[in-house]
């Protein structure tokens, strides 16, 4: 079973910029970033796909947030961030199953990182 190696997260000031990034051990189709804040429900930030390389992002966070990928690391870019962006971040990853699937959707990926707080100060 392969594993996913977070970054650190970190604190920002409204309006800063952070970056995260996930190495996943080995290979994998669908690689994507979650966060939950404390009383929500996890969530899909952003997802990036491998064969296609498309990327699909929260309306809440299109503009503001990149998701990329080099070899088997992808990468959050995160800018502007807000208050509401507080939250832990997780990193996802899913193997080639064929078919389509709901990249927001928790159940479709198969690994998880350990999460990393990033928390926004107004």
């Known amino acids: 079973q392969g594993q996913l190696v977070e970054s650190v997260g970190g604190s920002v000031q409204a309006g800063g910029s952070l970056r995260l990034s996930c190495a996943a051990s080995?290979?994998?189709?669908?690689m994507a970033w979650f966060r939950q804040a404390p009383g929500k429900e996890r969530e899909g930030v952003a997802s990036f796909l491998s064969t296609s390389e498309s990327t699909y992002y929260a309306d809440s966070v299109k503009g503001r947030f990149t998701i990329s990928r080099a070899l088997n690391t992808v990468y959050l870019q995160m800018n502007s961030l807000k208050p509401e962006d507080t939250a832990i971040y997780y990193c996802a990853a899913r193997k080639y199953k064929g078919g389509s699937f709901q990249w927001s959707t928790p159940e479709a990926y198969d690994q998880w990182g350990q999460g990393k707080q990033v928390t926004v100060s107004s």
């Open positions: 080995g290979y994998t189709y669908g």
